[in-house]
């Protein structure tokens, strides 16, 4: 069990706006953007309709790549990692497509837990992670998560 304090909180959109509103406030030597083909795989590993992800998601570190495999490091990782660890689904869909922001407070330290998704090796360079969920209305995300839901019952 994890006793450790938990290290991504929700904040007001101001707190959010201060913090993360432009990616060059990211910590570590570079900020990059998932590749739209990641976020595809994102969307099919939470059970969502293709294309409902619409908004940039964001992350930084101090190294883009796997030292195994060289994949570019990004939220597939983040995601899938949290899938196999923490996290259900619909939290993980509540954070990218939800009205609440969230803030992660593990900069300057590396995101613990994170493996590449292609090799499985972990990772240790990735500093921060955000997305701009600004596109979403309440009743967009729960008609989502009901897809999510029903798409889960059939596997």
Not at 83 to 91: A, G, P, T
Not at 93 to 110: D, M, Y
Request: aromatic content about 8%; proline content about 6%.
């Amino acid at each position: 069990m994890n006793t450790s304090p938990k290290n991504t909180h929700p904040v007001s959109d101001d707190v959010f706006r201060a913090v993360y509103d432009s990616p060059a406030a990211l910590p570590g030597r570079h900020k990059w953007m998932t590749s739209d083909e990641d976020v595809r795989k994102i969307e099919e590993l939470l059970g969502m309709p293709s294309k409902t992800i619409g908004a940039p998601l964001w992350v930084s570190g101090d190294r883009k790549r796997c030292s195994k495999c060289q994949r570019e490091i990004n939220w597939l990782d983040i995601v899938s990692s949290a899938l196999d660890q923490v996290h259900r689904r619909e939290m993980i869909a509540r954070v990218i497509l939800g009205e609440q922001k969230f803030v992660n407070t593990e900069a300057p330290r590396a995101i613990a837990g994170l493996q590449c998704f292609n090799c499985k090796t972990p990772f240790e360079n990735l500093r921060s992670f955000k997305c701009h969920n600004w596109a979403y209305a309440k009743p967009a995300l729960l008609k989502v998560l009901e897809q999510m839901k029903a798409a889960g019952k059939k596997k």
